[in-house]
């Protein structure tokens, strides 16, 4: 098992900047990849970013390219997500999740744990 905990959400005005934490603990050396996922109300959950738990190899949607940053820190068993120049559209909430097997996945079928979700809000 895989027990994953968001934070770093809330209430923020356009233009701002958010860093979103995820700590992972248990079967940690069993994580492949972690990627960061939204779902917007009324909207499917996509992923966002996803980095390599050991590579730091780093995969991101196109509609976040240049204003996510996903980082990890083994060390502290954390993964990061930096927001930049937040807009409404990013108004959502962020799950993180673990995926276990070789291969970075881009559907949540890929992933096996998943935190609880922290939720973002971006007033215009």
């Known amino acids: 098992q895989v027990q994953l905990v968001e934070s770093g959400g809330g209430l923020v005005q356009a233009g701002d900047s958010l860093r979103l934490s995820c700590g992972a603990s248990?079967?940690?050396?069993?994580?492949?990849?972690m990627g960061w996922f939204r779902q917007a109300p009324g909207k499917e959950r996509e992923l966002v970013a996803a980095?390599?738990?050991?590579?730091?190899?780093?995969t991101y949607a196109d509609s976040v390219k240049g204003r996510f940053i996903i980082s990890r820190d083994n060390a502290q068993n954390t993964v990061y997500l930096q927001i930049n120049s937040l807009n409404p559209e990013d108004t959502a909430v962020y799950y993180c999740?673990?995926?276990?097997?070789?291969?970075?996945?881009?559907?949540?079928?890929?992933?096996?744990?998943w935190g609880q979700g922290t939720q973002v809000t971006v007033s215009s």
């Open positions: 248990g079967r940690t050396p069993s994580i492949y990849a």
């Open positions: 999740a673990a995926d276990l097997n070789v291969g970075v996945g881009r559907q949540t079928v890929d992933y096996h744990y």
């Open positions: 980095i390599t738990w050991r590579g730091g190899s780093t």
